[in-house]
């Protein structure tokens, strides 16, 4: 068991989502709000593309913070509000749809190889946001 | 003007958004993050009454995270995507609400100030997020 | 009275902290990290200059993360650790300084006004940590 | 190779950092910002014992904004300012130890499974941003 999987099994009170589906969409909002971070950068240190990555490090750094706070707000299993979790799943995977799609462009485009990285971050997490969604 | 208009007005690229209505939605997001993560600490210290605010603490700390990210991509104007924005404003609105509702019901059932103030804060930005929503 | 001394005011358990120069910390905090992911955004938007503007860039992002943990912590009443505390408002002010000096120097080199804005903003954040930890 | 470990591999400007250092850092302030933002809310799902962990959710709060905060200014690579860098990385080392230590005390006291889990995130993490100091 990885530590995120650890916390939810020693926690007090289990929410009705399956737990193995429920940490991978954590995991995977955590792994893609590092991904679109160091993107943002990685794009910004491209010193003559950088013009052309301007669209590519809006995105990253908007999906860098709907990442962040929808493992946050999945974290949390105490009183949880299924409208609340659910809102913020549906923008999670639009944020990570709209940025893994822009990233997969410059991947093939222009070879960017922290893009190709990004893109799959961004769409494993898209994927585990709508299965949960599914599921909850 | 202050300093969030004041960037809005120096910068560079102008969404079609109504700036007025814009500048007010990042304000109360980020004034209602403030509250709601000073709520949840001030429902912590209350302590004989900490275990009927459970309720109250987590869904302050889930506004709050929800806030700061809809703060952040608000306040970026270059290449925007409204699909993005959309959808985190949604969620916004829907985590507002929720909280507000439950710190309303603080504020009158056991007279809890810090709920009060903090129930206003997500009613501000709850409106400011449904207006913008409407406006875009 | 604003929302945040507002919310200090209400809170069930009082710091030995001066309130008002708390109140002004955690304001200035809130408020950079506001002007600072804005003046990223306003960076990346000035399309002939971005080049020009790519350690500005980062350093905006990367105050604009250390001032918002630092007033989320400074939010914080109960069982407040001064240790914690002390360390986070001393990387704030570090984070402004560089932040605020290198916005400044784009202010008057190449007249971008939202530079001028940021800077003031990283300014007023810095001189409210150094008061408040001298105040500590 | 990680994700954290790709992006690093990938990105167009490397710093003098030992980059598996720098990649065990990076990943252990995402993995400690979740086992915080879990164990407070673990911890106030405690039903009878809230009261006695008031000072834990308080710390798990702070050390996840700051190890949030870290984890993203250590993810940027272009045009890094090593004394920006330098404080942040002092502040989450004392953060992990306070934090780190008061979970330790209820694992070891109340047999808190959750905070036996988070206090191990929290020492690893204190340990990857003392040898990062100390290399840096």
Do not use: W, Y
């Amino acid at each position: 068991m990885n530590h995120v999987q650890q916390m939810l099994a020693t926690h007090p009170r289990q929410s009705g989502t399956d737990p193995s589906a429920l940490a991978e969409c954590i995991q995977e909002c955590f792994a893609c709000a590092q991904a679109c971070t160091s993107c943002a950068d990685a794009c910004l240190g491209e010193q003559a593309h950088v013009e052309h990555l301007v669209r590519c490090i809006r995105l990253n750094l908007d999906c860098a913070d709907v990442c962040d706070a929808t493992g946050r707000v999945l974290s949390r299993q105490t009183e949880a509000d299924p409208g609340v979790i659910r809102a913020q799943l549906q923008s999670c995977a639009v944020a990570c749809k709209a940025c893994g799609d822009e990233c997969a462009r410059h991947a093939e485009g222009m070879g960017m190889e922290h893009c190709r990285v990004c893109a799959e971050a961004c769409r494993r997490c898209e994927e585990a946001c709508t299965r949960l969604l599914r599921a909850a």
